[in-house]
T-cell receptor
């Protein structure tokens, strides 16, 4: 499949602990996105990046931070995990802004906060 | 803010019949409209897209139509098969916060009855 991988695939963590999810791409795409997916809410944008060190907030950014120090990696950090952050997290990449031409999604990370 | 409404939330059709999913968008400047299919437990994948200078696009059993005046677009699946069962998301590309972004519909669960 397309060159995008997410790690870990599954994670269980305790409330209050920090968690970092990694998205790695080999497509050299400029744009990267983090979404969360919950039943009844579809895909909600957390943060996105339009270049190295260039990031911006999405609609549900509270409690999350991101970093992009190189083109291929986009990290999502939950500084202090809460049960409301239990979700499936998808990373996506695109060559152009707003996904014109399509987003490619990673396989997702299922995060459970207990 | 920008909004994409998707209907119905659940659609059940007999195998072999046609299915239609509709989306409306609020930003008249939106210029790109993709459709994604997400099978259970998997990542969303682009199945078809249309740009604002085109009224209709077909790819085998699927087609998308766009009515810019009414600001709505639809996904049409003919001769439905069991493997069409999935959640379908529409999206519209819009310019906001100094970047192009995709605004997503809430999804339609398509059930194909044997």
């Amino acid at each position: 499949d397309a060159g995008i991988t997410q790690s870990p695939r599954h994670k269980v963590t305790e409330t209050g602990t920090p968690v970092t999810l990694r998205c790695h791409q080999t497509e050299n795409h400029r744009y990267m996105y983090w979404y969360r997916q919950d039943p009844g809410h579809g895909l909600r944008l957390i943060h996105y990046s339009y270049g190295v060190k260039d990031t911006d907030k999405g609609e549900v950014s509270d409690g999350y931070s991101v970093s992009r120090s190189k083109t291929e990696d986009f990290l999502l950090t939950l500084e202090s995990a809460t049960s409301s952050q239990t979700s499936v997290y998808f990373c996506a990449i695109s060559a152009s802004g707003g996904g014109s031409g399509g987003y490619t999604f990673g396989s997702g990370t299922r995060l459970t906060v207990v | 803010g920008e909004n994409v409404e998707q209907h119905p939330s659940t659609l059940s059709v007999q195998e072999g019949d046609s299915a239609v999913i509709k989306c409306t968008y609020s930003d008249s400047a939106s210029n790109y409209f993709p459709w994604y299919k997400q099978e259970l437990g998997k990542r969303p994948q682009l199945i078809i897209d249309i740009r604002s200078n085109v009224g209709e696009k077909k790819d085998q059993r699927i087609a998308v139509t766009l009515n810019k005046t009414a600001k709505h677009f639809s996904l049409h699946i003919t001769e439905t098969q069991p493997e069409d069962s999935a959640v379908y998301f529409c999206a519209a590309r819009t310019y906001m916060d100094s970047n192009y972004q995709l605004i997503w519909g809430a999804g339609t669960k398509l059930i194909i009855k044997p």
